[in-house]
Nanobody, 117 residues
Framework: QVQLVESGGRLVQPGGSLRLSCAGSGRALSSYLMGWYRQAPGKEREVVATITSGDSTNYVDSVKGRFAVSRDIAKNTVYLQMSNLKPEDTAVYYC???????????WGQGTQVTVSS
């Protein structure tokens, strides 16, 4: 079992920056495909960024050049650095771990990011 806890979400002004953290316990996250997702009110959950066990990353087009996903193996934590935030980035952000062995998936509880002046 993997437990994930997101943190770092808050109210921020447009153009601002935030770093979200996803701390894992129970298993080392280094062998998992990690993803950051978000869900805005009235919208479906969408993938924002992913990072493989080999540190290959992918981003949805709307955040390319503004967001960066990374992992700290020693801290068993995955980060989402967000910059130049826009009101349309407002959402609950979730992290997900997916086992590359048995395809089991684990979700965190989410953290609220609100971009508003």
């Amino acid at each position: 079992q993997v437990q994930l806890v997101e943190s770092g979400g808050r109210l921020v002004q447009p153009g601002g920056s935030l770093r979200l953290s996803c701390a894992g316990s129970g298993r080392a996250l280094s062998s998992y495909l990690m993803g950051w997702y978000r869900q805005a009110p009235g919208k479906e959950r969408e993938v924002v960024a992913t990072i493989t066990s080999g540190d290959s990353t992918n981003y949805v087009d709307s955040v390319k050049g503004r967001f960066a996903v990374s992992r700290d193996i020693a801290k068993n934590t995955v980060y989402l650095q967000m910059s130049n935030l826009k009101p349309e980035d407002t959402a609950v952000y979730y992290c997900k771990a997916k086992s590359v062995f048995n395809l089991n998936e684990y979700w965190g509880q989410g953290t609220q990011v609100t971009v508003s002046s």
